[in-house]
Each structure stands twice: as structure tokens, then as C-alpha cells.
């Protein structure tokens, strides 16, 4: 019996997609894999961007409900799911995962968020 094992990443690809207007990405995994790691690492420096908007917004609140914001919260998870559908017919399901994906976010932001809350004070 054969042990399974991780695809090679120089090799030929070894399956193909019905599709025959299916545009490839790379040659390789290797390339692949190069691409996705920038893509990541873009990814991360946006997220940490949106962070600092995140931590600077805690100054416009005055207690836990408004750290919540649950009524933005569902702004925000509407926006992404619809900008999302434009990019659909790359991958199957992308606005259901991109909307999980932020509601992940979002729920980390706020935990994080109501701690920096106790780090603020009231104006006088």
C-alpha cells in the first residue's frame, strides 16, 4: 500500500480542469506556493493596517455595546460577502468564505478592542 505523501513541488501538474477556458496561474507549485506567500504577507500588512483603525476607533467609544457594534459588524459582513460575489467564478463558495473569514477577524478585533478600552479614558 502506498504511504501518502505531500504533491512535488517542481513536478508537472498531474490533473487538469474540465473547463477548457480555465486560465492557469503557474507552472509549478513551487511558483504557486511563492505567489500565495506574497499574497500573505500583503494580506497581513493590511491586516495590521486595519488593526490601527480598529485600536484608534476604541476612542470614539463610551462603553462595551459600542465596542460590539453589532449593527456594523453586520455592515461590514454584508460589504465584504457582496464584494466577494465579483470574484466568485474563481473559487467555489468565495463569499460565504470570505464572510467567515472576516467574522473571524471581526469577533479577534473586538476581544482585542474591549481590552484596549480599559487602556482609555474619559475626556473631561
Known amino acids: 500500500m502506498n504511504k501518502p505523501s505531500e504533491p512535488l513541488v517542481d513536478g508537472a501538474p498531474v490533473r487538469r480542469f474540465k473547463n477548457p477556458n480555465y486560465q492557469n496561474v503557474a507552472s509549478n507549485l513551487a511558483e504557486l506556493r511563492q505567489k500565495i506567500d506574497l ?12 488593526a490601527q483603525c480598529v485600536k484608534d476607533a476604541t476612542r ?9 457594534a453589532p449593527a456594523r459588524q ?3 459582513f454584508a460589504r465584504v460577502k457582496s464584494q466577494a460575489k465579483a470574484h466568485e467564478e474563481y473559487f467555489p463558495n468565495f463569499p460565504e468564505i470570505v464572510e467567515a473569514a472576516y467574522r473571524t477577524l471581526v469577533a479577534g478585533f473586538i476581544a482585542s478592542e474591549q481590552h484596549l478600552f480599559q487602556e482609555t479614558e474619559i475626556i473631561k
Open 60 to 68: 470614539f467609544k463610551k462603553d462595551a455595546f459600542q465596542v460590539a
Open 39 to 50: 499574497l500573505d504577507t500583503q494580506i497581513i500588512e493590511l491586516l495590521a493596517q486595519r
Open 74 to 76: 453586520a455592515q461590514v
